[in-house]
Protein backbone atom coordinates (compact mmCIF):
# COMPACT_ATOMS: atom_id res chain seq x y z
CA UNK A 1 0.00 0.00 0.00
CA UNK A 2 3.06 2.18 0.35
CA UNK A 3 1.90 3.78 3.41
CA UNK A 4 3.93 6.73 4.60
CA UNK A 5 5.88 6.08 8.06
CA UNK A 6 7.75 8.81 8.13
CA UNK A 7 9.22 12.32 6.36
CA UNK A 8 11.80 13.80 7.78
CA UNK A 9 14.02 17.07 6.37
CA UNK A 10 17.77 17.65 7.23
CA UNK A 11 19.08 20.83 6.89
CA UNK A 12 22.53 21.06 5.23
CA UNK A 13 25.29 23.34 4.56
CA UNK A 14 27.33 22.46 1.64
CA UNK A 15 30.84 24.42 1.57
CA UNK A 16 31.78 25.80 -1.90
CA UNK A 17 35.54 24.75 -3.24
CA UNK A 18 35.92 28.82 -4.09
CA UNK A 19 34.08 31.47 -3.62
CA UNK A 20 30.76 31.98 -6.06
CA UNK A 21 29.08 35.00 -7.29
CA UNK A 22 25.85 34.51 -9.19
CA UNK A 23 24.91 37.17 -11.86
CA UNK A 24 21.74 37.57 -10.75
CA UNK A 25 22.91 39.08 -7.34
CA UNK A 26 25.74 41.85 -8.22
CA UNK A 27 28.26 42.26 -5.36
CA UNK A 28 26.85 38.79 -3.70
CA UNK A 29 29.55 36.42 -2.46
CA UNK A 30 28.58 32.97 -1.19
CA UNK A 31 30.92 30.27 0.60
CA UNK A 32 28.43 27.62 0.98
CA UNK A 33 24.96 26.80 -0.26
CA UNK A 34 21.84 25.74 2.06
CA UNK A 35 19.84 23.02 0.71
CA UNK A 36 16.99 20.38 2.42
CA UNK A 37 17.41 16.87 2.12
CA UNK A 38 14.21 15.21 2.88
CA UNK A 39 13.44 11.16 3.48
CA UNK A 40 9.95 9.53 3.21
CA UNK A 41 9.97 5.98 4.31
CA UNK A 42 7.14 3.66 3.57
CA UNK A 43 5.68 1.07 6.38
CA UNK A 44 6.88 -1.55 3.35
CA UNK A 45 10.27 -0.34 3.70
CA UNK A 46 10.93 2.00 0.98
CA UNK A 47 12.53 4.87 0.94
CA UNK A 48 12.70 8.19 -0.85
CA UNK A 49 14.68 10.97 -1.62
CA UNK A 50 13.93 15.00 -2.87
CA UNK A 51 16.21 18.21 -2.35
CA UNK A 52 15.85 21.98 -2.13
CA UNK A 53 17.28 24.96 -1.58
CA UNK A 54 16.80 26.40 1.86
CA UNK A 55 16.05 24.93 5.24
CA UNK A 56 12.49 23.65 5.58
CA UNK A 57 13.09 20.76 8.65
CA UNK A 58 10.66 22.49 10.21
CA UNK A 59 7.93 23.23 7.93
CA UNK A 60 7.81 19.48 6.77
CA UNK A 61 7.79 18.79 10.49
CA UNK A 62 4.46 20.95 11.37
CA UNK A 63 2.59 21.11 7.96
CA UNK A 64 3.80 18.24 5.95
CA UNK A 65 4.27 14.93 8.08
CA UNK A 66 0.97 15.42 9.93
CA UNK A 67 -0.86 15.08 6.81
CA UNK A 68 1.12 12.53 4.74
CA UNK A 69 2.36 10.32 7.93
CA UNK A 70 -0.33 7.00 7.45
CA UNK A 71 -1.60 8.02 3.55
CA UNK A 72 -0.12 6.71 0.34
CA UNK A 73 2.66 7.70 -0.96
CA UNK A 74 1.49 7.25 -4.40
CA UNK A 75 -1.47 9.25 -3.64
CA UNK A 76 0.19 12.03 -5.38
CA UNK A 77 -2.29 14.55 -6.17
CA UNK A 78 -3.64 14.38 -2.53
CA UNK A 79 -0.10 15.60 -1.24
CA UNK A 80 -0.08 18.50 -3.81
CA UNK A 81 -2.21 20.75 -1.68
CA UNK A 82 -0.23 19.94 1.57
CA UNK A 83 3.23 21.09 -0.14
CA UNK A 84 1.24 24.08 -1.62
CA UNK A 85 -0.13 25.03 1.32
CA UNK A 86 3.19 24.45 3.33
CA UNK A 87 4.75 27.55 1.26
CA UNK A 88 5.28 25.49 -1.97
CA UNK A 89 6.94 22.57 -0.94
CA UNK A 90 6.76 21.28 -4.04
CA UNK A 91 10.14 19.52 -4.13
CA UNK A 92 8.80 16.41 -1.82
CA UNK A 93 6.66 15.26 -5.07
CA UNK A 94 10.00 13.93 -5.69
CA UNK A 95 10.59 11.85 -2.99
CA UNK A 96 6.63 10.07 -3.75
CA UNK A 97 7.61 9.07 -7.40
CA UNK A 98 11.11 8.41 -5.91
CA UNK A 99 8.89 5.92 -4.09
CA UNK A 100 6.35 4.79 -6.37
CA UNK A 101 8.94 3.97 -9.14
CA UNK A 102 10.64 1.75 -6.69
CA UNK A 103 7.80 -0.05 -5.64
CA UNK A 104 6.88 -0.56 -9.63
CA UNK A 105 10.80 -1.86 -10.45
CA UNK A 106 10.72 1.27 -13.39
CA UNK A 107 12.63 4.06 -13.74
CA UNK A 108 10.06 6.73 -13.99
CA UNK A 109 10.61 7.85 -17.81
CA UNK A 110 9.13 4.39 -18.36
CA UNK A 111 6.48 4.54 -16.28
CA UNK A 112 5.39 8.29 -17.46
CA UNK A 113 5.79 6.92 -21.18
CA UNK A 114 8.69 6.37 -22.22
CA UNK A 115 9.58 8.55 -25.20
CA UNK A 116 13.60 8.69 -25.44
CA UNK A 117 16.76 7.06 -23.58
CA UNK A 118 19.01 10.18 -23.95
CA UNK A 119 19.11 14.10 -24.02
CA UNK A 120 21.62 16.66 -24.85
CA UNK A 121 22.72 18.45 -22.24
CA UNK A 122 23.88 22.30 -21.82
CA UNK A 123 26.57 23.68 -19.72
CA UNK A 124 25.10 26.32 -17.96
CA UNK A 125 26.99 28.73 -15.39
CA UNK A 126 26.30 31.02 -12.95
CA UNK A 127 28.81 33.71 -12.99
CA UNK A 128 28.87 37.01 -14.90
CA UNK A 129 32.35 36.39 -15.74
CA UNK A 130 34.57 38.36 -18.47
CA UNK A 131 35.53 37.98 -22.11
CA UNK A 132 38.58 35.80 -21.47
CA UNK A 133 37.27 33.57 -18.48
CA UNK A 134 33.96 32.96 -20.59
CA UNK A 135 36.15 32.09 -23.67
CA UNK A 136 38.48 29.66 -21.73
CA UNK A 137 35.20 28.05 -19.92
CA UNK A 138 33.67 27.62 -23.91
CA UNK A 139 36.96 25.65 -24.43
CA UNK A 140 36.63 23.46 -21.62
CA UNK A 141 33.17 22.17 -22.21
CA UNK A 142 33.57 21.89 -25.93
CA UNK A 143 36.60 19.78 -25.02
CA UNK A 144 34.55 17.56 -22.28
CA UNK A 145 31.95 17.04 -25.32
CA UNK A 146 29.33 19.65 -24.25
CA UNK A 147 27.38 20.84 -27.38
CA UNK A 148 26.17 24.43 -25.81
CA UNK A 149 26.75 26.43 -23.22
CA UNK A 150 24.56 28.82 -21.09
CA UNK A 151 26.22 32.76 -20.42
CA UNK A 152 25.18 35.14 -18.12
CA UNK A 153 24.29 38.27 -19.60
CA UNK A 154 24.16 41.21 -16.07
CA UNK A 155 26.63 43.91 -17.23
CA UNK A 156 24.64 47.62 -17.57
CA UNK A 157 25.90 48.35 -21.03
CA UNK A 158 24.97 46.05 -23.69
CA UNK A 159 28.49 46.14 -25.47
CA UNK A 160 29.91 44.52 -22.60
CA UNK A 161 27.29 41.82 -22.55
CA UNK A 162 28.24 41.56 -26.48
CA UNK A 163 31.45 40.72 -25.65
CA UNK A 164 30.99 37.92 -23.63
CA UNK A 165 29.00 36.13 -26.25
CA UNK A 166 32.00 37.07 -29.21
CA UNK A 167 34.57 35.56 -27.12
CA UNK A 168 32.41 32.75 -26.08
CA UNK A 169 31.96 32.44 -30.32
CA UNK A 170 35.42 32.77 -31.17
CA UNK A 171 36.66 30.35 -28.59
CA UNK A 172 34.16 27.62 -29.84
CA UNK A 173 32.53 28.06 -32.83
CA UNK A 174 30.28 24.92 -32.83
CA UNK A 175 29.01 25.24 -30.02
CA UNK A 176 25.22 26.09 -29.25
CA UNK A 177 25.04 29.38 -27.06
CA UNK A 178 21.85 30.16 -24.79
CA UNK A 179 21.75 33.55 -22.85
CA UNK A 180 19.78 34.10 -19.53
CA UNK A 181 19.42 37.75 -18.73
CA UNK A 182 17.57 36.74 -15.27
CA UNK A 183 15.09 39.61 -15.19
CA UNK A 184 12.02 37.90 -14.21
CA UNK A 185 12.98 37.42 -10.34
CA UNK A 186 14.70 41.14 -8.80
CA UNK A 187 16.55 39.13 -5.79
CA UNK A 188 18.17 41.37 -3.39
CA UNK A 189 22.08 42.27 -3.99
CA UNK A 190 25.14 44.24 -3.01
CA UNK A 191 25.01 45.91 -5.27
CA UNK A 192 22.18 47.04 -8.17
CA UNK A 193 21.04 44.54 -10.29
CA UNK A 194 20.94 46.13 -14.46
CA UNK A 195 16.72 46.45 -15.31
CA UNK A 196 15.91 45.85 -18.90
CA UNK A 197 13.42 47.71 -19.95
CA UNK A 198 11.54 46.46 -23.63
CA UNK A 199 14.19 48.38 -25.94
CA UNK A 200 17.09 47.02 -24.28
CA UNK A 201 15.43 43.63 -24.54
CA UNK A 202 14.74 44.43 -28.04
CA UNK A 203 18.14 45.36 -28.96
CA UNK A 204 19.75 42.56 -27.12
CA UNK A 205 17.40 39.95 -28.80
CA UNK A 206 18.09 41.26 -32.13
CA UNK A 207 22.00 40.91 -31.64
CA UNK A 208 21.74 37.42 -30.13
CA UNK A 209 19.11 35.59 -33.40
CA UNK A 210 22.41 38.04 -35.52
CA UNK A 211 24.91 35.76 -33.98
CA UNK A 212 22.87 32.23 -34.04
CA UNK A 213 22.00 32.38 -30.42
CA UNK A 214 19.29 29.66 -29.38
CA UNK A 215 17.32 31.41 -26.56
CA UNK A 216 17.47 34.45 -24.74
CA UNK A 217 16.06 33.29 -21.26
CA UNK A 218 13.92 36.12 -19.13
CA UNK A 219 14.04 39.13 -20.75
CA UNK A 220 11.91 40.92 -18.89
CA UNK A 221 9.79 41.09 -15.36
CA UNK A 222 7.93 38.04 -14.63
CA UNK A 223 4.65 39.66 -14.91
CA UNK A 224 5.40 42.21 -17.75
CA UNK A 225 2.88 40.08 -20.37
CA UNK A 226 2.24 42.60 -22.77
CA UNK A 227 5.95 43.50 -23.18
CA UNK A 228 7.17 39.84 -23.49
CA UNK A 229 4.27 38.93 -25.71
CA UNK A 230 5.48 42.17 -28.07
CA UNK A 231 9.00 41.33 -27.86
CA UNK A 232 8.05 37.88 -29.15
CA UNK A 233 6.03 39.14 -32.22
CA UNK A 234 8.88 41.48 -33.05
CA UNK A 235 11.80 39.05 -32.87
CA UNK A 236 12.81 35.52 -34.30
CA UNK A 237 14.82 34.16 -31.43
CA UNK A 238 13.10 32.00 -28.90
CA UNK A 239 12.18 33.71 -26.15
CA UNK A 240 12.21 31.44 -22.56
CA UNK A 241 10.83 31.79 -19.24
CA UNK A 242 8.99 30.22 -16.27
CA UNK A 243 11.29 29.02 -13.60
CA UNK A 244 9.92 32.14 -11.52
CA UNK A 245 6.55 31.49 -12.31
CA UNK A 246 4.46 29.47 -9.73
CA UNK A 247 1.51 26.89 -9.68
CA UNK A 248 -0.42 25.93 -12.50
CA UNK A 249 -2.54 28.91 -13.01
CA UNK A 250 1.08 31.04 -14.19
CA UNK A 251 1.61 28.27 -16.71
CA UNK A 252 -1.69 28.69 -18.12
CA UNK A 253 -1.11 32.13 -18.36
CA UNK A 254 2.36 31.80 -19.95
CA UNK A 255 1.33 29.31 -22.49
CA UNK A 256 -2.21 30.67 -23.29
CA UNK A 257 -1.08 34.77 -23.37
CA UNK A 258 1.89 33.23 -25.51
CA UNK A 259 4.09 35.10 -23.23
CA UNK A 260 7.10 32.33 -23.87
CA UNK A 261 8.23 30.08 -26.78
CA UNK A 262 9.64 28.00 -24.38
CA UNK A 263 8.26 27.19 -21.00
CA UNK A 264 10.72 26.21 -18.44
CA UNK A 265 9.15 25.53 -15.13
CA UNK A 266 11.38 24.13 -12.14
CA UNK A 267 10.55 20.30 -10.16
CA UNK A 268 11.66 22.52 -6.83
CA UNK A 269 10.78 26.14 -7.01
CA UNK A 270 7.74 25.96 -9.63
CA UNK A 271 5.47 22.93 -8.55
CA UNK A 272 6.33 19.17 -8.07
CA UNK A 273 7.19 16.97 -10.52
CA UNK A 274 3.49 16.02 -11.04
CA UNK A 275 2.07 19.12 -11.83
CA UNK A 276 5.12 19.68 -14.50
CA UNK A 277 3.84 16.67 -16.29
CA UNK A 278 0.41 18.77 -16.44
CA UNK A 279 2.63 21.92 -17.58
CA UNK A 280 4.25 19.85 -20.30
CA UNK A 281 1.28 18.66 -21.95
CA UNK A 282 -0.31 22.28 -21.78
CA UNK A 283 2.50 23.25 -23.81
CA UNK A 284 2.51 19.98 -26.22
CA UNK A 285 -1.52 21.19 -26.90
CA UNK A 286 -0.57 24.63 -27.38
CA UNK A 287 3.17 24.09 -30.07
CA UNK A 288 5.04 25.86 -27.16
CA UNK A 289 8.61 23.77 -26.17
CA UNK A 290 8.78 22.31 -22.81
CA UNK A 291 12.53 22.50 -21.62
CA UNK A 292 12.46 22.31 -17.55
CA UNK A 293 14.60 24.34 -15.70
CA UNK A 294 17.49 22.49 -13.96
CA UNK A 295 15.98 21.05 -10.66
CA UNK A 296 18.39 22.70 -8.13
CA UNK A 297 20.56 19.16 -6.55
CA UNK A 298 20.83 16.22 -8.38
CA UNK A 299 17.91 14.41 -7.04
CA UNK A 300 15.62 17.54 -8.72
CA UNK A 301 17.66 16.87 -12.17
CA UNK A 302 17.09 12.96 -12.14
CA UNK A 303 13.55 14.08 -11.95
CA UNK A 304 13.39 16.67 -14.60
CA UNK A 305 15.62 13.88 -16.91
CA UNK A 306 13.29 10.95 -16.41
CA UNK A 307 10.11 14.04 -17.53
CA UNK A 308 12.40 15.30 -20.47
CA UNK A 309 12.82 11.44 -21.41
CA UNK A 310 9.35 10.62 -21.06
CA UNK A 311 7.78 13.14 -23.71
CA UNK A 312 7.91 14.03 -27.14
CA UNK A 313 9.84 17.49 -27.20
CA UNK A 314 11.57 18.71 -30.23
CA UNK A 315 13.96 21.36 -29.06
CA UNK A 316 14.87 19.43 -25.88
CA UNK A 317 18.01 20.06 -24.08
CA UNK A 318 18.97 19.21 -20.33
CA UNK A 319 20.20 22.34 -17.86
CA UNK A 320 23.20 20.96 -16.27
CA UNK A 321 24.76 23.19 -13.86
CA UNK A 322 28.25 23.43 -13.80
CA UNK A 323 30.83 25.80 -13.82
CA UNK A 324 34.51 24.92 -12.20
CA UNK A 325 35.77 25.87 -10.35
CA UNK A 326 32.92 27.55 -8.32
CA UNK A 327 29.73 25.41 -9.23
CA UNK A 328 31.11 21.90 -9.07
CA UNK A 329 29.47 18.87 -9.69
CA UNK A 330 29.60 17.55 -6.42
CA UNK A 331 28.72 20.98 -4.71
CA UNK A 332 25.42 21.23 -7.44
CA UNK A 333 24.75 17.85 -7.75
CA UNK A 334 26.00 15.53 -5.35
CA UNK A 335 25.51 18.01 -1.94
CA UNK A 336 29.08 17.28 -0.94
CA UNK A 337 29.27 13.48 -1.89
CA UNK A 338 26.12 12.52 -0.14
CA UNK A 339 24.02 11.72 -3.18
CA UNK A 340 26.85 8.95 -4.96
CA UNK A 341 25.32 8.99 -8.44
CA UNK A 342 26.00 11.48 -10.96
CA UNK A 343 24.07 12.27 -14.45
CA UNK A 344 27.06 13.41 -17.07
CA UNK A 345 27.52 13.43 -20.76
CA UNK A 346 28.71 10.78 -22.99
CA UNK A 347 31.05 11.76 -25.67
CA UNK A 348 28.44 13.18 -27.82
CA UNK A 349 27.40 15.66 -25.29
CA UNK A 350 24.16 13.44 -24.35
CA UNK A 351 23.01 12.40 -20.84
CA UNK A 352 21.29 8.92 -20.49
CA UNK A 353 18.50 8.67 -18.47
CA UNK A 354 19.18 5.71 -15.16
CA UNK A 355 17.29 2.59 -15.89
CA UNK A 356 17.01 2.20 -12.25
CA UNK A 357 13.80 1.94 -10.69
CA UNK A 358 12.74 5.37 -9.08
CA UNK A 359 14.58 8.13 -9.65
CA UNK A 360 17.91 6.09 -9.92
CA UNK A 361 19.73 8.55 -7.23
CA UNK A 362 21.86 6.48 -4.80
CA UNK A 363 22.54 8.44 -1.49
CA UNK A 364 24.55 7.66 1.38
CA UNK A 365 22.61 8.29 4.57
CA UNK A 366 25.90 8.48 6.61
CA UNK A 367 27.40 11.70 5.46
CA UNK A 368 24.03 13.51 5.78
CA UNK A 369 25.43 14.29 9.63
CA UNK A 370 28.92 16.16 8.26
CA UNK A 371 26.66 18.63 6.59
CA UNK A 372 23.93 19.32 9.57
CA UNK A 373 23.58 22.76 9.66
MG1 LIG B 1 17.43 30.84 -15.91
Known amino acids: MLKIA ?101 PLYRLWGGYRTTVPAYASTSELGTPSNRAELAARYRDEGFRAMKIRFHNE ?49 RELHARNVLWLEEPLARYDFENLVRLREHTDIYIAGGESNRQLHEFRWLVERGVYDIIQPDCSLSEGISQLRKVAAMAELFKRHFIPHHGLSGLGLAAVLHLVCSINEPLMWLEMMYEPPTRTLETYQQLGGILTTLAWIDKNGNVTVPEAPGLGVEVDESAIAHFAA
Request: one cysteine or more.
Open 157 to 205: RIEDDLALLDAVKEAAPDLTIMVDANQATNLPSPNLTPSWDYRRALDTA
Open 6 to 106: SIVGHNLEIPYDVEYRPAWQPGLVRKSRDVTLAIVRTEDGLTGYACNDGHHARAIERSVAPYLVGQPASATERHARTFRNAGGLWFLDQALWDIIGKAAGM
